[in-house]
T-cell receptor, first 115, second 118 residues
């Protein structure tokens, strides 16, 4: 079964607008972490934001926020005030503490920001 | 922040050649390193996990004799693609986790190596 699901292969957003990238996950592990990474065309993986399974509040990092809905097992990334430099692939990932302790990635969403 | 260096960035070589890729943690001790493979327009697929001083644990379907992993020190892991063929062409990226890292710490990634086998 897919552990991490990203249903949006591609998204478009106009500059300065907000965009939400979807991510759902599947785990029976009570302790897990959810991560979002950005991968520009150059290939490097840039860590954006993290949410722990026990965190009560949604994580925020500058223009990035994570809409964590534990009951729905979703961890959507919200990018506010999009910039042209935000155009990239975005990957949702999960690390289960007890089950595998490995970082497993979703299939990614390609975000294109247009002027 | 923590830095992981991966070398080389690009490799182009003939079929049958063995290629070694290095992954170094520059400012922390990486007790665990991970090797991922990424085909164009696809996600990162975990190939293997290596802990310093012990044998790597390979994911199902990954040939351990084809992809040799060595993690001889707390700052260096190497991936050797032996007798590479065109189907081994891919983007290989390493990741490192430090001692005592928990789920609250992100894994740090190298910049990746683009391997092209002619």
């Amino acid at each position: 079964a897919q552990k991490i699901t990203q249903t949006q292969p591609g998204m478009f957003v106009q500059e300065k607008e907000a965009v939400t990238l979807d991510c759902t996950y599947d785990t029976s592990d009570p302790s897990y972490g959810l991560f979002w990474y950005k991968q520009p065309s150059s290939g490097e993986m840039i860590f954006l934001i993290y949410q722990g399974s026990y965190d009560q509040q949604n994580a925020t990092e500058g223009r990035y926020s994570l809409n964590f809905q534990k009951a729905r097992k979703s961890a959507n990334l919200v990018i506010s005030a999009s910039q042209l430099g935000d155009s990239a692939m975005y990957f949702c990932a999960m690390r289960e503490v007890y089950n595998t302790d490995k970082l497993i990635f979703g299939t990614g969403t390609r975000l294109q920001v247009f002027p | 922040g923590a830095v992981v260096s991966q070398h080389p960035s690009w490799v182009i070589c003939k079929s049958g050649t063995s290629v070694k890729i290095e992954c170094r943690s520059l400012d922390f001790q990486a007790t665990t390193m991970f090797w991922y493979r990424q085909f164009p327009k696809q996600s990162l697929m975990l190939m293997a996990t290596s802990n310093e001083g012990s044998k790597a644990t390979y994911e199902q379907g990954v040939e351990k004799d084809k992809f040799l992993i060595n993690h001889a020190s707390l700052t260096l892991s190497t991936l050797t693609v032996t007798s590479a063929h065109p189907e081994d062409s891919s983007f290989y990226i390493c990741s490192a986790r430090g001692r005592g890292s928990d789920i609250f710490q992100p894994q740090h990634f190298g910049d990746g190596t683009r391997l092209s086998i002619l």
